[in-house]
């Protein structure tokens, strides 16, 4: 069995930012992504947000891939959502994640755990919050200022 240590956190939206994460929604989405991301052995799962977009922090083992992870999440939760309150529900196409250090895990708990107070005071980490190209990695230029330019 590998020995791994692998954290993500993903960030995704509502479809169109619809504020569609109500209080009693928003519990039973978390809820179902709790359950689903131990369904998949992530011995850690925190999730919060707002009312148009959810964090979660999460390890998972190296056997299963982020995109598919993160599928497994949304869809899960949409179809119970749809399924409970026969309302429609979506969550936007696409979703931001970003690796974690084992050093910063905590860092990233607080963060999600306190997204309402950070929404009302302002106090957002831009690049987790503000992702509209959700597929976009680092830029060459950003890579070069990192590592140099190849010989």
């Known amino acids: 069995m590998p020995y791994w240590r692998l954290f993500y956190h993903f960030v995704w939206t509502t479809k169109n930012r619809e ?16 359950s689903e991301a131990k369904k998949m052995y992530a011995p850690l799962c925190v999730v919060g947000g707002i009312e148009d977009h959810a964090h979660v922090l999460v390890a998972f083992r190296p056997a299963v891939s982020p995109a598919n992870f993160v599928q497994q999440l949304k869809g899960s939760s949409s179809h119970l959502v749809t399924s409970v309150f026969k309302q429609p529900f979506e969550w936007q196409e696409g979703y931001g994640v970003f690796s974690v250090s084992e050093g910063n895990v905590e860092r990233v708990i607080e963060y999600i755990r306190h997204q309402k107070e950070h929404h009302a005071r302002n106090t957002l980490v831009e690049e987790w919050e503000h992702v509209h190209h959700w597929n976009v990695g680092p830029s060459e230029e950003y890579c070069r200022q990192l590592f140099g330019t190849p010989d």
């Open 19 to 34: 504020s569609l994460l109500t209080p009693e929604v928003e519990s039973l989405v978390y809820r179902c992504i709790y």
